[in-house]
C-alpha cells in the first residue's frame, strides 16, 4: 500500500545522512588543518630564528 512511499524516504534519509556527515566531519577536518598549519609555521619561525 505505502510501497511507493518508500524510495523518496530513502532518498531524503541518504541526504540527510549526508548532511549529517558533513557537519561532523567539516569542524575535524578544519581542526586537524589548523593544527597542521600552525605546526609547520612554529617549525619554520624555529628554522628562521637559528
Not at 512511499?5 to 569542524?27: D, K, N, Q, W
Not at 577536518?29 to 637559528?50: G, I, M, N, P
Amino acid at each position: 500500500m505505502f510501497s511507493h512511499e518508500s524510495v523518496p524516504l530513502i532518498v531524503i534519509f541518504i541526504i540527510m545522512l549526508l548532511g549529517v556527515l558533513a557537519a561532523f566531519l567539516h569542524p575535524v577536518h578544519a581542526l586537524f588543518s589548523w593544527l597542521r598549519r600552525r605546526k609547520e609555521r612554529s617549525a619554520t619561525e624555529l628554522v628562521e630564528r637559528d
